[in-house]
Nanobody
């Protein structure tokens, strides 16, 4: 079984910064892609950023140049550095991984989410 736990959310003023972290644990053999989704109130969940096992990254247009995704493979951890935050970034942020378990089974799991609120 694989578990993901996010941390780092909170209340921040417009223009501020937050750093989200997500640690994966359990019967993990290897992690391929890691990423972050978000869901704002009354809206559909959307992909925010992804990072491959080789370190390639991709972002949705609205966060390009403001958000940075990174990973620490030794710690099975993915990060999302969010700068120049805007009120429209307010959402619950979910991390996810695409991995193989120790029994060589593919798995994709999501965390329970962490709330980011951008408000004056």
């Amino acid at each position: 079984q694989v578990q993901l736990v996010e941390s780092g959310g909170g209340l921040v003023q417009p223009g501020g910064s937050l750093r989200l972290s997500c640690v994966a644990s359990g019967s993990i053999f290897s992690i391929n892609t890691m990423g972050w989704d978000r869901q704002a109130p009354g809206k559909q969940r959307e992909l925010v950023a992804i990072i491959t096992s080789g370190g390639s990254t991709n972002y949705r247009d609205s966060v390009m140049g403001r958000f940075t995704v990174s990973r620490d493979n030794a710690k099975n951890t993915v990060y999302l550095q969010m700068n120049s935050l805007k009120p429209e970034d307010t959402a619950v942020y979910y991390c996810w991984i695409s991995a193989y378990t120790s029994s060589n089974s593919p798995v994709q799991n999501w965390g329970k989410g962490t709330l980011v609120t951008v408000s004056a």
